[in-house]
Nanobody, 125 residues
Framework: QVQLLESGGGLVQAGGSLRLSCVAS????????MGWFRQAPGKEREFVAA????????RYADSVKGRFTISRDNAKNSVYLQMNSLKPEDTAVYYC??????????????????WGQGTQVTVSS
């Protein structure tokens, strides 16, 4: 079992930055691919970024590429999302998730079986 807890969300002006953190419980965290997803009101949950268990590979949605950076520290059971040059369209609840099935479909939220409760990010124009 893995429990995930996000933090770091808030209200920021367009062009600003936020750093989201996700702390996991469970000794097996370090072996799981991890992802960040977001969901805006009235919209489907969408992929933001993903990272392999050893941080050897990262993936990003086109909408955040060049602005967001995903990283992890397995010694701290944590994964992070550094968000720069934020835009109003980045406003959403952001979730971290773990894929203990190693599906390989890093972009598909259905493949992740552990989720945090989410943290709200609001970007004002």
């Amino acid at each position: 079992q893995v429990q995930l807890l996000e933090s770091g969300g808030g209200l920021v002006q367009a062009g600003g930055s936020l750093r989201l953190s996700c702390v996991a419980s469970g000794r097996t965290f370090g072996t799981y691919p991890m992802g960040w997803f977001r969901q805006a009101p009235g919209k489907e949950r969408e992929f933001v970024a993903a990272i392999t268990w050893n941080a050897g590979r990262t993936r990003y949605a086109d909408s955040v590429k060049g602005r967001f950076t995903i990283s992890r520290d397995n010694a701290k059971n944590s994964v992070y999302l550094q968000m720069n040059s934020l835009k109003p369209e980045d406003t959403a609840v952001y979730y971290c998730a773990a894929d203990s099935n190693y599906s390989g479909r890093y972009y598909d939220w259905h493949e992740y079986n552990y989720w945090g409760q989410g943290t709200q990010v609001t970007v004002s124009s």
